[in-house]
Structures are given as C-alpha cells and as structure tokens.
C-alpha cells in the first residue's frame, strides 16, 4: 500500500528527515512514535501528500501502486482528497458548519452529487453514534463527537489510507480509548489502512507494528 524510499527533508540546512525507508501493507495499522523533534510529523506529512520530500538518489514513493513523485500538483491534489484521509489532534472541522456539513466537504470538492453525498455522510454519522447530532455546529459538540465527526469527514471518500496525527492527544481519557477501538473496528469492517503518529503508548502497542523514530531516522 506505501512503499517509501530513502525519504530525506532539509528546512534549509536543518536536515529533519535523514534516508527513511518504509513498507506498510494494505489493512496494516501502524503507530510511529519517537521523541519531539524526532520527525514523525514531517515524515507523516510526506507520506500524506501534504509537503514533499527533498529529492536525493533513490528517493520515492508510491501509495496504492500510484508514483506520488510523478504527480502535477492537481493530479496529487485529487489523488490526496480520493485516496487519502486525514484525523488531527485538532479536529479542523469549519464552525459555521453543522456536523453533516463538515462531513460532506471532501466529497464535494470531489465533485460527488449532493445528494449521494448526505446519503453517505448520515450512514457514516449513524454508524460513529452520531446521527442525533448531524445538524450541531462543531460548539455545541463534545471533544469526543468533534474528533468522531472529524473520522466520518476522513471517511466520506473511502480513501485507501487514512494518516492521524496525535489523534486522540486533545481527547480525555474515556473518548481516546473510544477512538483507538473505533479505528481497528474500521480496519476491520472497510479495509483501510491506517497510519498514527502519537505519544499514547496504549495507542501505538495496539498497532499491528509499532516504528520508533529516532533522529530523523526508523532504525
């Protein structure tokens, strides 16, 4: 599903990312963890098509058999919003927006029938235990329902690949153990895989494979 190869990110002469080298199959869960400063967060980014690597011999990357480093910036951005999906610490959901609202975005932006596309959001919201809340803005949810409407919203495209970065790290304690089991509960009712950069240790050992980076570097 990912096959990335000698991965390297300069931010002028602070060398962030040092030849990283990973394979992660389809329905694979991954945690990756590390120090701050480690590199989690630039080698996540990269690997979502949000920032690109600093080409060095041998460097590339494909997800789901497509050659990222090949792609214009339009052809990576509708790769990105059919093929991938992205859960933050910060739900990033838009406030003027009702839940179901927030939830159809990326389908729209993908050119998806309005219709359909509520159809599919209210199926995504019933299944996360949300379909009472489908017309409350973003304040008037609780940390838990924001962060399940922001899995819904990542949801809508059913993107092969779905990135979180410190997913549950704004969550209290009961709606994080929640959101790791919801995400193996996916995996195992659609498919997807699963990519995590956290610091929750409970999190990262349920993985099927947890990767240590150190330095810029996954040893």
Known sequence: MIQAKNLHKYYDKLHVLKGVDLHIEKGEI?????????????????????DRPTIQSGTSLKINNEDILKLNDKALSRFRNLQLGFIFQFHQLLPEFTALENVCIPAFIA????SETEVEAKKLLDYLGLSHRINHKPGELSGGEQQRV???????????????DEPSGNLDTASAENLHQLFFKLRDEFGQTFVIVTHNEE?????????????????
């Open 30 to 50: 991954v945690s990756i963890v590390g120090a701050s400063g480690a590199g989690k967060t630039t080698l996540l980014q990269i690997l979502g098509t949000l």
């Open 203 to 219: 999190l990262a050992n349920m993985a099927d494979r947890k990767l240590i980076m150190s330095d810029g570097l996954i040893p």
């Open 111 to 114: 050119g998806k029938s309005k």
């Open 150 to 164: 922001a899995v819904a919203r990542s949801l809508i495209n059913k993107p092969a690949v779905i990135f979180a």
